[in-house]
């Protein structure tokens, strides 16, 4: 787009140069606008329950896997927060999760909702190897230790997805990061304060909350102009 502005404002810099009335609406092509962002979809709701419906929680690692992804949809963390999240992190009183984010290094706060800490409980309770390990999640197999760091959490959503026969191609949003934008896009929808949102999900700037609103396309659909105010310019006008 930018390109065809540019060649357009050269036409009626030419036109005009040439004794020609310029082009009408030239206005429109001296205002600024906004920069092209690229709009990175999410995680469609109905593939993620998809997921959970085809996880064995008769099995340790089932119990483990549902709990890191119920986690993952219900709070929007990061991956890499999610390997390294410790059972002091879980006030099972106050039903809250506090934990210090890696990559902001700032503390958050954030709901356990009761279906959530069901799932987490179930894995400590029975499923969980025995480790002196502080961390809640722990690979399946010896030595018992926390994940390396939030690539193995992705993993465990694409081994999920590929035993529910999802299919995953690059950038289609099926990935952990793509439930954080499918739970921010959610909050928007229903009219959560983009502020809210950013808080929930710790980013440190509100610019890169605002993406979610242009997952919003109902919500753009309301905010959309007409163009009955727009009237045809004849040149020389």
């Not at 787009?1 to 030419?14: G, P």
């Not at 179930?122 to 018992?144: E, K, T, V, W």
């Not at 950013?198 to 905010?223: F, M, P, W």
Request: glycine fraction near 8%; include cysteine; aromatic fraction near 6%.
């Amino acid at each position: 787009m930018d390109n065809v502005i540019d060649a357009l404002r050269k036409l009626n810099r030419f036109l005009i140069d040439s004794g020609v009335a310029g082009l009408p609406y030239v206005d429109l092509l001296m205002a600024p606008r906004a920069r092209d962002k690229k709009i990175y979809p999410y995680m469609p709701q109905d593939e993620l329950n998809a997921v959970f419906e085809h996880i064995n929680r008769d099995t340790a690692v089932g119990k483990r896997d549902f709990a890191i992804l119920m986690l993952a949809a219900s709070t929007g963390l990061r991956s890499g927060d999610i390997a390294n999240i410790k059972l002091k992190d879980i006030n099972w009183l106050q039903n809250e999760i506090c934990l210090i984010q890696g990559k902001s290094q700032k503390p958050i706060l954030l709901p356990l909702y009761k279906s959530v800490g069901t799932a987490i409980a179930d894995y400590i309770l029975s499923g969980r190897p025995s480790s002196d390990s502080p961390q809640i999640f722990l690979r399946s197999i010896a030595p018992f230790q926390k994940f390396k760091d939030g690539v193995s959490v992705a993993c465990v959503l694409r081994r999920r997805m590929k035993e529910a026969g999802i299919m995953h191609e690059k950038e289609d949003g099926k990935t952990m990061h793509g439930i954080r934008r499918m739970l921010g896009t959610c909050m928007t929808v229903k009219g959560v304060p983009v502020t809210t949102v950013a808080q929930i999900l710790g980013h440190k700037n509100i610019s890169v909350t605002r993406q979610y609103i242009s997952l919003d396309i109902e919500g753009l659909c309301e905010c959309a102009l007409g163009f009955d105010s727009i009237s045809e310019v004849k040149p020389g006008c």
